[in-house]
């Protein structure tokens, strides 16, 4: 019996696909994550309470992940490019319309809104256009890609809080906003859809002269989306991402505000959501390689599980180094999560509607993203401490973690 081909290697402009994806992620993400720099100058200009400030992030979160099967579908139909530079265009537009507000409701609009709507043009469309391009190293190529997000969190946010301690926050926005058009359109400009996930005109003419059906040659492999909803591996998965959102968004929100309630100083509390960051692009680099070889189904389930026990090192800390460390682990834990995902949905579903796929998947985390830090900062705001949240947060984390086995006994099975 002849053992199975080798998988084919993956083109070079495969790898132009991953870094365009790296650049546009850490652009969409270091905007969104930089929000942490620009809380205090926030709740200071319109004398709001941390709830209420915590309402554009958590409305910014919401919007992109609820709309990110909005964002896959347009680039399943028109193609990543057009989708990704559009919304690398609201992304700016948001932030300069933020620079101008004169209220919180306004920030809310320009913030929350339109660069949620930005971000759900851009995220779905960038992770799923790399997944097609490769089979032997998808693991690795998906925990590259991704590690954008980490890199993003770990520099923007310090350029912002840098930018913050020399100018009024509002041109430090519109510097930020300036950076998004000139970095984050370049690398969208060089997303392109895969040959496996685009229509093959001549080979389709060709076998259409043979009596094949043009639509059985023109469409990738994989399910439709509406075939995966009827997987139960799918909303296995969905319920695992649901679970785990929460606890994966408060610590952006909120862990700096921490840090500051214990004494550490402003640009080192910003600097813990770089520290975030840091152990981001650690856990997307290592847990992608290792997935490959330990599963992505496994590696998912150990990732879920340390995310919730990094928890408890935020409830014990009370000096710098106990809050460093934390980011760092919870860093590399969510890291790992946000990594294995888009991977597994190409595993799972393959490419024929993954953009689409991953925007389903994705909008679990709305909710938790809305309400997560909203609810956070409520509970802060009345108990005068984060203990209730810490508690919550790794209660949540251990029932995404049953989730997520139940995705790998069924892959098993």
Known sequence: MQPPPAPAEEPPYAWVVVWACFGSLAVIFGVAYSFAAFFESFAREFDAQRADVSLVFGLCGLIYFVL????????????????????????ATGLLGTSLSGSMGAVVLSYGVCIGLGIALVYTPAIGCVQPWFTRRRGLASGIASAGIGAGTLVVPLVASALIATLPWRDAMRL???GVLLLGVACAWLMRRAPVASAPLAGAHAA?????????VNTPPGLTLRQTLRQ???WWLYAATVLAAPTMFVPFAHVSAAARDAGIDNAAAVGLVGLIGIGSLVGRFSMGALADRLGRGLTLVLMQGSMGASY??????????????????????YGGIVSLLPALCMDLFGARALASVIGTLYSGAALGNLLGPVLAGRAFDQ????????GV??????????????VVRRVVG
């Open 68 to 91: 990110g099967v909005g964002g896959g579908m347009l680039a399943d139909r028109f193609g990543p490019r057009v989708t990704c530079v559009s919304g690398m265009v609201l992304i």
């Open 176 to 178: 930020v906003a300036l």
């Open 208 to 216: 259409g002269g043979a009596g094949v059906s043009l639509a059985a």
């Open 232 to 234: 139960r591996s799918f």
């Open 312 to 333: 408890l090192l935020w409830g014990a800390a009370d000096g710098y180094t106990a809050f460093a460390v934390f980011a760092l682990w919870f860093g590399l834990s």
């Open 383 to 390: 108990l005068g401490g984060y203990g209730l949240v810490i």
């Open 393 to 406: 947060g790794m209660a949540l984390s251990v029932l995404a973690t049953v989730a997520s086995a139940r």
